[in-house]
């Protein structure tokens, strides 16, 4: 069931983006977050720039999650989103990732949203294939822009227009 996030997923949420805050370079957050910080992420998300944080959940655990920020604060920029998802380290290969990111992107474009960028720390090719997939386009790539386990990261931009 993929369902808006709650404050009560928060715990769950947090279990699995600090798995890839401590072993990947997924995020480039290099210590683990409370759960009273990723309340206020969500909160944030959904009440000030009002855009969706969706959860799927499966036999009441949360699996993944997925959601949507503001791109940049001018104006001009308003209906283009930034977006973000993680699924649980044992989930990937399932499905899960497009069920969720595709219910975000209807979400998205039920709110009148007209592009949606997705970027990833590279190499990371179960996300490329995902954007793929779901109808991104590649735009671009930034070199050597994050610097995590000693070593520097390049970043990939893919956009999708509603």
């Not at 960028?117 to 590649?138: V, W």
């Amino acid at each position: 069931m993929i369902r808006t996030a709650t404050f009560q997923d928060a715990p769950s949420i947090v279990e699995i983006y600090n798995h890839y805050v401590l072993n990947s370079h997924a995020t480039f957050e290099l210590e683990p977050i409370s759960k009273e910080e990723m309340k206020g992420r969500i909160a944030k998300v959904q009440d000030e720039f009002e855009l969706p944080w969706i959860v799927l959940e499966v036999d009441n655990h949360i699996l993944g999650y997925a959601y949507a920020t503001q791109w940049k604060a001018r104006k001009a920029y308003s209906k283009t989103v930034e977006t973000s998802i993680y699924l649980h380290e044992n989930q990937g290969g399932k499905g899960y990732g497009k069920m969720l990111y595709s219910n975000l992107i209807d979400r998205l474009k039920a709110q009148g949203h007209h592009a949606v960028i997705g970027g990833m720390a590279l190499p990371n090719e179960p996300s490329q294939r995902l954007h793929k997939i779901l109808g991104f386009n590649k735009i671009g790539s930034f070199k050597e822009v994050g610097y995590k386990f000693d070593r520097w990261i390049d970043v990939e931009y893919w956009e999708l227009i509603l």
